[in-house]
């Protein structure tokens, strides 16, 4: 349910729970427990991630995946996601560039 397991623990992410004080952001790889079986840091914690994925039957929308610093414990689990909308901007959404590989880009197990 969430990247450390399915128990959930707001001290293992940066959410709305793990602050004693106003959420706020912390720096990437704060949480050194926020991490997916992929290895993808910060999933459950920091920011919401916006992604070019559409939502069927809704125009001009689009899905965020992930948590933010100010996300409640629901968001947290890897399964949740969110909609918005392209003229809407919030503070705790942002985006995660990525790399496409192709197969070339790994060494088959004779290559290394």
Known sequence: SYPWGDIFDPSLSIMRESHQQRPSPTAVGTAIADRSPFGVRDVAGIICQ??????????DHYRVMGAAYNSFEVLCRLDQELVGHQDETFTHVGFRPLLELSKDDFLSANES
């Open 50 to 59: 916006w992604t070019s994925s559409s939502v069927e039957g809704m125009k």
